[in-house]
């Protein structure tokens, strides 16, 4: 039962062939089977998820079911706050922090009936492409646990494809969620900037963060992206546009349609085998009735110095609220009589792990006085540039198309000391936050690593708020792509 | 490649005090990020307008009347306050700022 999609087990829901319950079960049987494997979670709530499916098949029982996802086990990545549940970021500084509110997107799923059965496991405060720099643990790749999953959603796209969960929700300031969903063979969306509220969730970079669903298919992702994305008053940033019925136009027909090609995505730097799948994918998206066109994007290049200027800047910044005084470690419980000035550069030096503290520096440096010119201004103006390069793009085609990662998953300890190997990985997918709009990671193919097949995806860009086309791409891409339902043997 | 005397400096405005193997290795890492930001100086940025946001929205404000999730109205001071390293009747203790060591 727990390798159901959620538009499959929804219906036999309605139809009363399995109880929510049932459904929760299996799920919480299947984690405690693969979790020793896997370590996709950081924490399982199994009593709370137990609770919350009873709920529901009481509700449906009284034809009170409130959405297409009621009683769907979920999990979230655990950069989410929830109510009366340890939130981490899977951070040492965050650990033990209980948050008192719900993040807004926690209330949406919880409001629609969803089951949370657990806060998986990511890079601390969301910074990485493997979940290595998790100060817990390091999450496994289904297909190959000797291989990262991707990150910092990794846990979420691990737990998404092992079965651990139904879908899961992952976030996405450079690749978050696209990078691990095609390095673990699931379908990542990363929605318009402002189109998912981020309240309740730990900030990394507020100008580059969005929210997502990670699913097994397109259309789950569908079904969850109209639950959770819309306007909310606790985010001003937020759009004030209508959320269209995701899921009800996936089936369009793609006959005319343009897809760009950027041939500044198709460079040297690629895996050969890699760009064997994206290249095949491309004929397939082709043979839908789609026209493939050679476009540019001529900043493409600047893409991941904008993006790692930008986002250390941001982070620096945010993650100055970690002073050891209001919340989360301190060494005021070790020494109440050291100055205010110990008590904050000691608390953070205790606190955060390598990765944090290296993007602190980063964006310090740059923000610093005679560097800010140099570095973060020029960096603000560059991303004029690469959004510009997205709208002009976008006044000729309908969607284009690119590679995610510039290989498969890759060996755990393989980048973790060189910094600059590990940001190589998300060339390709960082370029896309900076300018705002939404991209998908659809599985694409596989291709043999020691043995073992490693899924790699492809990644769809739409036009800003173009959620519905590229999720029709995908849907339509996938019905043809033979990944669809291909799962791992763990 | 940035000096010691840089990173310790950093470091004091990031207010993370770290240790002398830190400070060499974030010396020698930073200096190779940094080195991939070299290109940017081949742009010409003259006329370019910087984008700190993406959305297009300015100013969004509200009515001017108390509205809020209920949810989050019945948080307690006591639920409030959990996550608080040392408190004293129900206040957040904090070390002294003015006339304590940092006083300069």
């Known amino acids: 039962m727990h390798n159901l999609t959620i538009a499959e087990a929804s219906k036999k829901l309605e139809s009363g062939e399995i109880s929510s319950l049932e459904l929760t079960e299996a799920v919480l049987n299947r984690i405690e089977e693969l979790e020793p494997k896997i370590d996709a979670y950081l924490s399982v709530l199994k009593k709370e998820a137990v609770e919350a499916a009873k709920k529901s098949d009481q509700r449906r029982k009284s034809n009170k079911t409130l959405s297409k996802i009621d009683g769907i086990p979920l999990a979230l990545k655990d950069l989410l706050c929830t109510k009366g549940i340890e939130t981490t970021a899977a951070s040492n500084i965050l650990k033990g922090f209980v948050p008192c509110y719900d993040a807004t997107v926690v209330k949406k799923l919880k409001d629609a009936g969803a089951v949370i059965v657990g806060k998986t496991n990511l890079d601390a405060f969301a910074h990485g492409s493997s979940t290595e720099n998790s100060d817990f643990k390091t999450t496994k790749n289904p297909w190959d646990t000797t291989r990262v999953p991707g990150g910092s959603s990794g846990g979420s796209a691990a737990a998404v494809a092992a079965d651990e969960c139904l879908g899961a929700i992952g976030t996405d300031t450079g690749g978050s969620i696209r990078h691990p969903a095609s390095m673990c063979g699931v379908v990542g969306l990363k929605p318009t900037y402002g189109r998912v509220s981020r309240y309740g969730v730990i900030a990394m970079a507020s100008s580059l963060d969005v929210i997502g669903p990670i699913a097994k298919t397109t259309q789950d992702a569908a079904l969850i992206l109209e639950i959770i994305a819309g306007r909310d008053d606790l985010d001003a940033t937020t759009l004030d546009v209508p959320v269209p019925r995701y899921s009800e136009s996936l089936d369009n027909d793609l006959i005319g349609k343009k897809i760009g090609i950027p041939k500044e995505y198709f460079t040297s730097g690629m895996d050969k085998d890699v760009e064997v799948v994206i290249r095949e994918a491309i004929k397939k998206i082709k043979s839908l009735g789609c026209e493939i066109v050679e476009i540019s994007l001529p900043h493409t290049d600047f893409g991941l110095s904008v993006y790692y200027i930008l986002q250390p800047a941001e982070v620096s910044s945010n993650l100055s609220r970690y002073d050891g005084i209001r919340f989360g470690h301190s060494v005021l419980k070790k020494d109440q009589n050291l100055s205010l000035e110990d008590v904050y550069s000691k608390s953070r030096e205790e606190g955060f792990g390598d990765e944090a503290k290296r993007r602190i520096m980063l964006g310090t440096y740059v923000l610093s006085a005679g560097y800010y010119d140099a570095y973060y201004k020029k960096a603000m103006q560059i991303r004029t540039l690469v959004k510009e390069d997205f709208k002009k793009a976008f006044e000729n085609v309908d969607a284009i198309l690119t590679p995610v990662s510039p290989t498969p998953a890759f060996k755990i300890g393989e980048k973790s000391d060189d910094p600059v190997q590990m940001y190589l990985s998300d060339i390709y997918t960082v370029p896309i936050n900076p300018a705002g709009v939404p991209a998908i990671s659809t599985p694409a193919g596989t291709v043999l690593r020691d043995g073992k097949e490693l899924p790699v995806g492809i990644q769809i860009i739409g036009p800003q708020l173009g959620e519905e086309i590229i999720l029709n791409i995908s849907h339509q891409f996938e019905k043809i792509s033979g990944m669809k339902y291909k799962s791992p043997e763990i | ?104």
């Open chain 2, 1 to 104: 490649m940035l000096t010691k005397e840089e990173v310790l400096h950093v470091a004091k405005l990031a207010r993370l005090d770290l240790t002398e193997t830190e400070v060499e290795k974030f010396r020698t890492q930073l200096s190779g990020i940094l080195d991939l930001f070299k290109k940017i100086d081949d742009l010409k940025l003259e006329n370019v307008a910087e984008t700190s946001q993406v959305t297009g929205l300015s100013n969004v404000l509200r009515g001017d009347k108390v509205s809020c999730r209920e949810d989050l109205t019945c948080c307690t001071v006591e639920q409030l306050l959990k996550n608080v390293p040392i408190m004293e009747n129900s206040t957040i203790k904090v070390p002294k700022v003015i006339g304590g060591s940092n006083d300069a």
